[in-house]
């Protein structure tokens, strides 16, 4: 079309669109990882830092950014989206959301690019992190683990609407006016949350690895695992290693010029512009490169290992019920192009098998300014995958136990495995080797019932016949309500009220006291500070 | 120039009154601050990096997104506790308001102190409520999150109508469009304040005390 932008005034505009779609992208999958995010700000500018905004750039998203434009940029008829999609763990997708960016011919000829266009593209990115919280999908990915993952694709074309459902919303984020057209953002989303009527059951494996040590005590208990990966239905490609980002890494602009206050606004003088350009791309190569080394090294994958899981109550019944379901098929089936530079479908995979030493995670070593999110370390893999190693086939466990389910004072003997050693929730409360003799008489009173085989009690002084406590329901879990009551109708005594034992102690904590005082007289300083903040 | 208002308009529990301002105003403060200017010579200058992060709240099902200012934060969540005190205190209806101004200042001449001459106001309008059974303050924690999602789509919406903002200024005159105190990031200049409606409707005004000191202390 024509305008009247002059050669550099378009270079400058197509940089700053390109890189605004990249920053776009980052945004939001990084708003569906399901964890906070939380960056630093800085200063002084650092010149790496586009928009003003400090994004950090996950490198394997930057990658499927830039295959799919392809070196094109958004245009009329040919828009940037990033499809935004969950998958569960039984192999039901569904979309949830559709980011475009587009242009339309309305152009704003007037306005000034390197100034005014650059400024409104960084607040539309603001707008941008604001909405990604706010739209349903948030929520959603926020929650992700066991029972299902949210996933991402990016593609370049038309945008493609069919999949969000009936009824589905938009809301625009903003638009940019520029001499070349106007930029618009905006998101159309799935409101009908209902699955799909004809569930299709797919013959791939789950897609994630199912964690069935759904308690042990993980280093970073607050993060959810799952985060997006590509969702690719043909052409994986193995083995790539992203290209290291330098190569296309440029210099964003964060020199601006003021004008005298007698002239008018935003006028920009191109010797003022230029100038400080050149001087900036020659002496931020160097720090660049650095950056750009730093990223190539620490990122493999866009998969974070599982941190603790069982954010909510409802995670609760979900591990077992997928450890019913497990099987041994290794997750990384499904994952892209393995784990060098390929991103997978499966993030949760860590959890299982030898692949977890070989994880490396995608932590973006922060250069300068700390990521906070929460990315757990490598010896996390190690704790996961040892103890993943350690469950041979809970799933034929579990049906052991199942098939024991008769009746609540039945004492058979047991030639399973005790299940304390398994790493299912409430383990311990599962039916334990009965060897007990006195709940003989009572036979099989009744057949199931919510009272699974429950351990014994020796302290038993009647028998209650039909033991179904209020509120139980007889789930998947053979160990229930009943079985809890009983388990723990009569405590051990607690060890420190035990006279010998709790002197013993007593003594120790007397003596350890003054230390004890002098380290806490110590952090006088912050304890104070905390409870200012409780205030 | 006329000063642009917006009005918003939130009903929740009494715990909830502090998320919720707090989500609002950082909303709106994240779109109206900037890195930190740096002069250089010939009228040209730098801007900083602003960060941002993520705060879950507590009582609503929402999370809102700040900029990385933990002094911006602090500043904001000590006028936002006064009026959650002014508001309980009050007793009442549990109606009250919050303003967020932008402001630009004119220097005039001695002896006469500068104009603070407002470019764009915000105001929330809170309505507390009380609740009895914790089955609807479980529905409340969700209505209000939504609420809020609402709420932000508003604010970026006139964001984004790209409407009049102070030009930038010189090095000389930037404490006259933006705070420049804050150590990480720069917002445009503003104030906030508030007020209490008592049951008959008549404000009870703090802000007119504000402004009377703020105009003597010049």
Known sequence: METDINSQDRKDLDKFIKFFALKTVQVIVQARLGEKIC????????????????????????????????GQLPAIGRSMCVEISLKTSEGDSMELEIWCLEMNEKCDKEIKISYTVYNRLSLLLKSLLAITRVTPAYRLSRKQGHEYVILYRIYFGEVQLNGLGEGFQTVR???????????????????????????????????????????VDRPYPSSSPMHPCNYRTTGEDTGVTYPSVEDSQEVCTTSFSTSPPSQCVFTVTKAHFQTPTPVVTDTLRVPMAGLAFSHQLSSSRLSYQPAALGVGSADLAYPVVFAAGLNTTHPHQLMVPGKEGGVPLAPNQPAHGAQ????????????????CAATPSSEDTETVSNSSEGRASPHDVL??????????????????????????????????????????????????GSSGGSSGNTHDDFVMIDFKPAFSKDDILPMDLGTFYREFQNPPQLSSLSIDIGAQSMAEDLDSLPEKLAVHEKNVREFDAFVETLQ | MNCRSEVLEVSVEGRQVEEAMLAVLHTVLLHRSTGKFH????????????????VDCDFIDFTYVRVSSDELDRALRKVVGEFKDALRNSGGDGLGQMSLEFYQKKKSRWPFSDECIPWEVWTVKVHVVALATEQERQICREKVGEKLCEKVINIVEVMNRHEYLPKMPMQSEVDNVFDTGLRDVQPYLYKISFQITDALGTSVTTTMRRLIKDTLAL
Not at chain 1, 182 to 203: K, P, V
């Open chain 1, 399 to 448: 049906e052991t136990i199942f098939a024991r389910k008769v009746g609540a004072f039945v004492n058979k003997p047991i030639n399973q495995v005790t299940l304390t050693s398994l790493d299912i929730p409430f383990a311990m409360f599962a039916p334990k080797n009965l060897e007990l003799e006195d709940a003989d008489p009572m036979g099989s009173l009744h057949s199931d």
């Open chain 1, 173 to 215: 984020v903003g638009t940019v006016g520029t001499p070349m057209g106007t930029i618009t953002l905006s998101c159309a989303y799935r409101i009908n949350l209902a699955f799909m009527s004809t569930r299709q059951f797919e013959r791939t494996p789950p897609i994630m690895g199912i964690i069935i040590d759904h308690f």
């Open chain 1, 356 to 371: 977890a030493d070989q994880e490396r995670l995608a932590t973006y070593t922060p250069s300068d300014g700390a990521h």
């Open chain 1, 39 to 70: 960056t630093r700000s800085s200063s002084s500018p650092t010149g790496s830092d586009w928009f003003n905004l400090a994004i950090k750039d996950i490198p394997e998203v930057t990658h499927e950014a830039k295959k799919a434009l392809a």
């Open chain 2, 39 to 54: 002069y250089k010579k010939e009228g040209t200058y730098s801007i900083g990096t602003v960060g941002t992060q993520d």
